[in-house]
């Protein structure tokens, strides 16, 4: 019903930047929250940063004041913009869009496949 396509990951020195990007399709009348979630091996997964449609934002505290979530709400699109990253921020990163409501009037929660993002000391 939905699809999320990711892009922008790879290998980036300790210091660098990287930018993710999420473009959503399929039957979306709105998505209410869209966001990253990161993995790294032996860990659970966790919230990186999310953003509503009204575009209020929520970071997790290791990366507030380094990476910057947006979101074009006209393309379905949410963007990661990560600065100064650090080893510890090595992990498969997984867009995630949540409660879509469907032209049907439904709700749906859906996730990307994840990009792997790895930073090197």
């Known amino acids: 019903q939905v699809q999320l396509v990711e892009s922008g990951g790879g290998l980036v020195q300790a210091g660098g930047s990287l930018r993710l990007s999420c473009a959503a399709s399929g039957s979306i009348f709105r998505i209410n929250v869209m966001g990253w979630y990161r993995q790294a091996p032996g860990k659970q997964r966790e919230l990186v940063a999310a953003?509503?449609?009204?575009?209020?934002?929520n970071y997790t505290d290791s990366v507030k004041g380094r990476f910057t979530i947006s979101r074009d709400n006209a393309k379905n699109t949410v963007y990661l913009q990560m600065n100064s990253l650090k080893p510890m921020d090595t992990a498969v990163y997984y867009c995630a869009a949540l409660k879509v409501l469907h032209y049907g009037m439904k709700y749906g929660d859906y996730w990307g496949q994840g990009t792997q993002v790895t930073v090197s000391s």
């Open positions: 953003v509503t449609s009204g575009g209020v934002t």
